[in-house]
């Protein structure tokens, strides 16, 4: 994994404009809108709450594009980050969500020091859930009408991992 940089805009582009991959996550955006949303992910990390850092993945072997991981700091106060992730279809399924994933959580509980991570997805998105299952959240709400995705209403699970350091 590596930090998404200007030259990434092919990859951020080719994920967010794809209907199968955003029709749980939000609608398609104009290329001017996405070229914002790209530049927001670029810019240098302030550690602010809702800035999201977005790490591109890609095959260890063949250096080929397979999706994005990100991360967002929830709250500062109480040490709680969200993540999410976007794998192309062709490599979904193929475990680099997971291995992203685990990074990703590694990272934030020891080097970060956070207490808690949440992801989201929407109740039909089955492949997100049982991607956040095997990494460990529980499914901690289902959310009632969460997300409007065109013209319909979506739930959405709401999943939480608590740092295992703090467990006793």
Not at 16 to 27: A, K, N, T, V, Y
Not at 123 to 141: D, P, Q, Y
């Amino acid at each position: 994994m590596s930090l998404m940089t200007k030259a990434d805009w092919p990859y951020f582009k080719l994920i967010q404009m794809d209907p199968e991959l955003m029709q749980h996550i939000g609608p398609i955006l104009s290329e001017i809108e996405l070229k914002s949303k790209f530049e927001q992910r670029i810019r240098p990390w302030q550690e602010n709450e809702a800035q999201w850092l977005t790490l591109i993945v890609k095959n260890k072997i063949t250096n080929n594009f397979v999706g994005s991981i990100a991360f967002k700091l929830d709250s500062i106060a109480f040490e709680r980050a969200e993540i999410g992730y976007l794998m192309l279809n062709k490599y979904q399924g193929l475990g680099y969500s997971i291995e992203a994933g685990a990074e990703l959580i590694n990272y934030l509980f020891n080097t970060v020091q956070l207490s808690k991570l949440i992801a989201h997805c929407s109740t039909i998105n089955t492949a997100s859930w049982k991607v956040m299952e095997k990494l460990g959240f529980k499914r901690e709400a289902e959310l009632k009408m969460q997300t409007k995705l065109k013209e319909d209403w979506f739930d959405d699970y709401g999943y939480g991992l608590i740092n295992p350091a703090l467990v006793i």
